[in-house]
């Protein structure tokens, strides 16, 4: 099963509202990300959280990580139409070779309407 | 610099047959691995490399098979192809496998099996 799970899985907001997207994990982690997919195409990494971080922000992106809760949230201030995409949280799992794999959520498909 | 190259963008096969989907990444990165998108999912890890002559599996990797003999090359090979099999493969790097540093994707190989 996957680690991480997003909700909604589908939002529809105005242009210039704020997005939030939540993401709940179930093993301990090292770090969170987020990515970005534009209509099937490859994902983009947005940001990532260090486990001892509890805030980051990058431009319109403000992302926060509760490690008590498994779960973090993706806010994207003042949204334009070109922020129309799905995003996925991504969280490391340790491997029997003490390597990470990048697991990926279900993702939430934001549509902004103009 | 390229970043990473998969090929061919589309692919239709037929039940049974087998075939290889490429993988190039131009970075040095020793982390690669592959994914499939199903409709309206995440991301599921298939297989996974931290360099050269050293894989490992997935999430789900029945039906395939990989291997990394340099660093720039991570091939996917579908051994008969299934309908089950068809999805959006995305192939991805990153300078190491500790989950601390971002994913760069691919643009993706739509595969169909009839």
């Known amino acids: 099963s996957q680690q991480g799970e997003e909700d909604p899985q589908a939002l529809s907001i105005q242009e210039g509202e704020n997005a939030t997207m939540n993401c709940s994990y179930k093993?301990?982690?090292?770090?969170l990300q987020w990515y970005r997919q534009n209509s099937g195409r490859g994902l983009v990494h947005l940001i990532l959280?260090?486990?001892?971080?509890r805030e980051k922000h990058s431009g319109r992106l403000r992302v926060t990580l509760d490690t008590s809760k498994k779960s973090s949230s993706l806010l994207i201030t003042a949204s334009r139409a070109a922020d129309t995409a799905s995003y996925f949280c991504?969280?490391?799992?340790?491997?029997?070779?003490?390597?990470?794999?990048?697991?990926f959520g279900s993702g939430t498909r934001l549509l902004v309407r103009p | 610099n390229a970043g990473v190259t998969q090929t061919p963008e589309f692919q239709v096969l037929k039940t049974g047959q087998s075939m290889t989907l490429q993988c190039a990444q131009d970075?040095?990165?020793?982390?690669m691995s592959w994914y499939r998108q199903d409709p309206g999912m995440g991301l599921r890890l298939i297989h996974y490399?931290?360099?050269?002559?050293?894989?490992d599996q997935g999430e789900v990797p029945n039906g395939y098979n990989v291997s990394r003999s340099t660093t720039e090359d991570f091939p996917l090979r579908l051994l008969s192809a299934a309908p089950s099999q068809t999805s959006v493969y995305f192939c991805?790097?990153?300078?190491?496998?500790?989950?601390?540093?971002?994913?760069?994707f691919g643009q993706g190989t739509r595969l169909t099996v009839v």
């Open positions: 991805a790097s990153s300078y190491s496998g500790t989950g601390l540093v971002e994913a760069f």
């Open positions: 970075m040095n990165h020793e982390y």
């Open positions: 093993t301990s982690i090292n770090n």
């Open positions: 490399s931290v360099g050269a002559g050293i894989t």
């Open positions: 991504a969280t490391d799992a340790l491997s029997m070779d003490s390597s990470y794999k990048l697991i």
């Open positions: 959280i260090r486990s001892n971080e």
